[in-house]
């Protein structure tokens, strides 16, 4: 079992940023990639960003490239999502999940086998 928390999330105006932390407990070495999904009021879940621990990659959904870094501190077990440039349209519960299967970052929600239990994030206009 692998055991995922979230943090960082808030409240920021437009063109703000803000710095998501998930921390993973457990049996963390079985992790291969730690993702980044949100999902807004109304909408399905939808992949933002990964990080691979193998390969030392990452991988963002259109919408957020440019404005989002993912990184990955395995010394730590911990994952991070720093958000620039945010925009109204960012507004989400934001969750981070691990996947144990090695090696491409999924976008499917489907692909991670633990989940975190999220964060609120909220961009006002």
């Known amino acids: 079992q692998v055991q995922l928390v979230e943090s960082g999330g808030g409240l920021v105006q437009a063109g703000g940023s803000l710095r998501l932390s998930c921390a993973a407990s457990?049996?963390?070495?079985?992790?291969?990639?730690m993702g980044w999904f949100r999902q807004a009021l109304g909408k399905e879940r939808e992949f933002v960003a990964g990080?691979?621990?193998?390969?030392?990659?990452?991988r963002y959904a259109e919408s957020v490239k440019g404005r989002f870094t993912a990184s990955r501190d395995n010394a730590k077990n911990t994952v991070y999502l720093l958000m620039n440039s945010l925009k109204p349209e960012d507004t989400a519960v934001y969750s981070c999940?691990?996947?144990?299967?090695?090696?491409?970052?999924?976008?499917?929600?489907?692909?991670?086998?633990?989940w975190g239990q999220g964060t609120q994030v909220t961009v006002s206009s």
């Open positions: 999940a691990a996947d144990v299967h090695c090696c491409t970052i999924g976008v499917r929600p489907a692909e991670y086998e633990y």
């Open positions: 457990g049996r963390t070495f079985s992790v291969a990639t």
């Open positions: 990080a691979s621990r193998g390969t030392n990659s990452t």
